[in-house]
């Protein structure tokens, strides 16, 4: 039923080859192992693979699925709790092993040209005030009213300076206290500049803190918010 060119013959052929023995160690010598653990590591890559990360999700697979079928052999699917179990308690000690195993194996394989690093992020709301936020592209469309601004005053002049309630000023006058109003202005567009970077925007109270779009909240709404972006980065040890 599985085309002999179909990704999960050569997914199990390749993890085949992994050596699993710390991951039977991991399990107690005294307890019995009621499901395969290898069996159980390859159903996890499968489901990473073809968007299944739920252990609800992978187990509901695992009855409909003949490629799932096809890696437990004649194995029972393992029910959720079994998959959650095994994720959380067995694994975390050497997924990182058996993972860089894997990683060897496609670059021998060719399956792999190991140029590229993949990146995971998360996005981390900020206490910051939603309404402080400076943007990139109206700060440059300011800027660029500014500079043409600074230009026209050019042609202005005059002699006398004056002061108080009643005093006509000159055109020079007016002119030298707009000039210090757009340097004043210019200071504050290159100081929000600076704090860009390669991000679209910014919040006046944490700057660090970028506004962003966050996931649903429960009553389905999706909404702006400050936040950042962290992310984490996993490159195998090859060597």
């Not at 010598?29 to 390859?42: D, H, T, V, Y």
């Not at 959650?84 to 993972?99: G, I, W, Y």
């Not at 140029?115 to 109206?138: C, P």
Request: net charge positive; with cysteine; glycine share 4%.
């Amino acid at each position: 039923m599985i085309p002999a060119d179909d990704l999960v013959r050569l997914l199990n052929a390749v993890m085949e080859r992994i050596d699993y023995s710390k991951l039977y160690a991991a399990y107690s010598r005294m307890g019995r192992i009621e499901k395969s653990p290898k069996r159980l590591f390859k159903i996890l890559i499968y489901g990473y693979m073809n968007g299944l990360n739920s252990s609800r999700k992978l187990e509901r697979a695992c009855r409909r699925d003949v490629n799932l079928m096809y890696l437990l052999g004649r194995e029972k699917a393992p029910d959720h709790a079994t998959i959650a179990r095994f994720r959380s308690e067995r694994l975390t000690e050497v997924v990182d092993n058996l993972f860089t195993q894997l990683v060897r194996l496609l670059a021998a394989a060719d399956e792999l040209s190991l140029t590229s690093v993949f990146i995971d992020g998360t996005k981390l709301e900020a206490n910051a005030n939603r309404y402080s936020f400076v943007w990139k592209k109206s700060t440059q469309k300011n800027e660029e009213k500014l500079r043409k601004r600074l230009k026209a005053l050019q042609a202005e002049c005059g002699l006398v300076f004056v002061h108080g309630k009643g005093q006509r000023k000159t055109s020079l006058q007016r002119a030298v206290q707009t000039v210090e109003e757009y340097l004043c202005r210019q200071k504050k567009y290159n100081d929000y500049n600076h704090s860009f970077g390669e991000r679209n925007s910014f919040s006046k109270t944490d700057r660090d803190a970028t506004f962003m779009r966050m996931k649903e909240d429960h009553m389905k709404n999706g909404q702006l918010k400050p936040g950042y972006n962290a992310y984490w980065r996993w490159t195998p040890n090859i060597s």
